[in-house]
């Protein structure tokens, strides 16, 4: 979702993104079809993000989710491009102002999931006189609803006061799980978006990975949880201080924690070692760690041992928890276009919209 969008009147929270994807989901699709939204070919793929707005992206063209609602569309196979970004609207008369544009997605955005574009979004609907927001998922191609959120039916009156329909987070953990957050809830579904695991004691950040058949995340009193997804069986994992938040590759959770130091945990044994300081926001995205948030304010690439690559503090508009990769190359998304940089700090730049 749009979360600096969602979240007004919804919930105050630190960070303004979602969908942080735990894996990159991609589909066989070709995409040939001018009828279709998004025109490109080869395999739709979503960009792995732990925060901040994100992008869906094919062989050709890379879809950002843009500030304004708008799906902003790049063509990157073009090796004349002049990097400008352009509306993914095919309606040469169209406003992009509202939800009559192709390219306009109300408080939601689109992800892929199980071979198959999705759209999530949230709808505002007055219900006695006051106004409440209900999240849906559906099926892109077909408008087919899968899902709609709704507050757990055994959760105690006095947390259900707090929550809501409203969709804020959706994260692909695996090929066949998808993590749904919302107010107070949080809901694990399986292919066919079937409920399979509900906790209510999320935490503010809505990071989830699914390693070796257990789900993590991190709880509302800053602890990393382990769920057994064979017996539902939850705990604890020591960690070194408050978990300020995680992210994750195929073999290790990586957290930062209030003294803004940064480890990497291994599922196996539960152990900890300190990799970096001066990490306090950060992302995993392939090979390198991208860190920010220390006392100095300073933004570095760490390799996952925490050995210093660059420091990429010039890069006014890249991000680190909001980085993500497509190919060769990093993005953020920022208010008015769309940084990027080489996976080793060079090479900066901006598309502005």
């Not at 040939?32 to 992206?57: E, P, S, T, V």
């Not at 063509?75 to 939800?99: G, I, M, P, Q, T």
């Not at 939601?108 to 199980?114: D, I, P, T």
């Not at 259900?160 to 090929?175: K, T």
Request: net charge negative; hydrophobic share 35%.
């Amino acid at each position: 979702m749009k979360k600096n969008k969602i979240l007004v009147g919804v919930i105050s929270i630190m960070f303004a993104g979602i969908i942080a994807l735990g894996i990159i989901e991609c589909n066989n699709s070709n995409t040939k079809d001018n009828n279709k939204l998004f025109i490109g070919n080869g395999k739709f793929c979503q960009a792995k993000r732990l925060n901040g707005l994100g992008a869906i992206y094919d062989d050709d063209y890379i879809f950002f989710d843009c500030e304004n609602q708008i799906y902003e569309s790049y063509n990157y196979s073009n090796k004349k491009n002049d990097k400008k970004l352009n509306v993914n609207c095919r309606n040469s008369a169209c406003s992009h102002s509202n939800d009559t544009c192709e390219a306009y997605v109300e408080l939601g955005e689109y992800f892929v999931f199980n071979s198959k574009i999705y759209k999530c979004y949230n709808k505002s609907k007055v219900v006695s006189g006051e106004n409440r927001l209900y999240g849906s998922i559906v099926e892109a191609e077909s408008g087919k609803t899968v899902f709609k959120n709704s507050i757990p039916t055994d959760m105690s009156s006095e947390l259900a006061i707090d929550d809501s329909e409203a969709i804020l987070y959706v994260r692909v953990l695996s090929d066949d799980i998808v993590k749904v957050d919302g107010d107070r809830h949080a809901y694990l579904l399986d292919k066919n978006f079937n409920i399979i695991y509900c906790h209510y004691n999320i935490g503010k950040f809505p990071w989830g990975a699914i390693l070796n058949g257990n789900y993590y995340y991190i709880n509302d009193i800053n602890e990393i949880v382990k769920v057994n997804l064979t017996t539902f069986e939850s705990k604890s994992i020591a960690s070194n201080g408050k978990a300020f938040m995680a992210d994750n590759d195929e073999n290790f959770i990586y957290y930062s924690n209030e003294f803004s130091e940064l480890y990497k945990l291994s599922p196996d044994d539960e152990s900890s070692i300190k990799i970096a300081d001066n990490a306090l926001f950060f992302s995993v995205q392939n090979k390198y760690i991208y860190a920010s948030g220390g006392d100095n304010g300073n933004k570095i690439i760490y390799d996952k041992n925490g050995k210093i690559i660059a420091d990429y503090s010039a890069c006014i508009n890249m991000g680190a928890d909001s980085a993500f990769q497509i190919n060769d190359k990093i993005y953020t998304i920022f208010n008015g276009g769309v940084a990027y940089m080489d996976l080793d700090g060079k090479n900066y730049g901006e598309m502005m919209q």
